[in-house]
Nanobody, 122 residues
């Protein structure tokens, strides 16, 4: 079992920045990523980073969001810049221990955090 602890959500004005953090209880992972779910919408992929530090982004956040990893702290960060109202959602951290095709597919991740709210006011 892997525990994930998220932090860093909050309220920000459009154009502003936030950084989310997700600390894992183990370093034995293959990938860790972020998904989000807005009210009335399905969960969607945001970004993920593999343990060789390869990153993947959803098209709508590429160039604005940056995912990174601190291996010493077993922590992954999501730096979100130039936030837009449509980025408002609950953001979930997720991870997995073994490779499966589809880094952007939520069902390939085995462990999930409790979620942190990000609200962008326009």
């Amino acid at each position: 079992q892997v525990q994930l602890e998220e932090s860093g959500g909050g309220l920000v004005q459009a154009g502003g920045s936030l950084r989310l953090s997700c600390a894992a209880s183990t370093s034995s992972l293959e990938a860790m990523g972020w998904f989000r779910q807005a009210p009335g919408k399905e969960r969607e992929f945001v970004a993920t980073i593999t343990w060789p530090n390869i990153t993947y982004y959803a098209p709508g956040v590429k160039g604005r969001f940056t995912i990174s990893r601190d291996s010493a702290k077993n922590t992954v960060y999501l730096q979100m810049n130039n936030l837009k109202a449509e980025d408002t959602a609950v953001y979930f951290c997720a991870c997995r221990k073994e490779y499966e095709p589809g880094y952007g597919v939520g069902s390939t991740y085995d462990y999930w955090g409790q979620g942190t709210q990000v609200t962008v006011s326009s």
